[in-house]
């Protein structure tokens, strides 16, 4: 099989596959292959590095607290960045009322608001 080089992203059949052409200095620096399930893949060249095949890296995890339970016949689901401040909202909840809400540690990517 042979290959040519390629001017415009136009000229890439890959049915269900979306490209990107990232150019520097009208030289093509890096190219970026995302399929229908989103799945990516990019392609990049360095001055230093050389060819470099990468995927997305997974979000750094960070853990958080939601408070959860039922109170009054109401689903509670509130979240809390820090654990004594859960512990805060669970305790004047449950001197009001008696209830099963209770603090529960979540794993959230780091840079989703929570």
């Given at each position: 099989?042979?290959?040519?080089s390629i001017?415009n992203?136009?000229?890439?059949?890959l049915?269900?596959?979306?490209?990107?052409?990232?150019?520097?200095?009208?030289?093509?620096?890096?190219?970026?292959?995302?399929?229908?399930d989103?799945?990516?893949?990019?392609i990049?060249?360095?001055?230093?590095?050389?060819?470099k095949?990468?995927?997305?890296?997974?979000?750094?995890?960070?853990?958080?607290?939601?408070?959860k339970?039922?109170?009054?016949?109401?689903?509670?689901?509130?979240?809390?960045?820090?654990?004594?401040?859960?512990?805060?909202?669970?305790?004047e909840?449950?001197r009001?009322?008696?209830t099963?809400?209770?603090v529960?540690p979540?794993?959230?990517?780091e840079?989703?608001?929570f």
């Amino acid at each position: 099989m042979e290959f040519t080089s390629i001017k415009n992203k136009s000229e890439i059949v890959l049915k269900g596959v979306t490209v990107e052409i990232e150019r520097h200095d009208s030289v093509i620096r890096a190219i970026t292959l995302t399929d229908a399930d989103g799945n990516v893949l990019k392609i990049n060249h360095g001055d230093y590095s050389g060819l470099k095949v990468m995927v997305p890296t997974k979000p750094k995890q960070v853990e958080k607290f939601a408070v959860k339970g039922n109170l009054l016949g109401i689903n509670v689901n509130e979240q809390f960045d820090d654990k004594f401040e859960a512990e805060q909202r669970v305790n004047e909840i449950n001197r009001k009322f008696d209830t099963d809400v209770a603090v529960q540690p979540v794993m959230v990517d780091e840079d989703v608001p929570f």
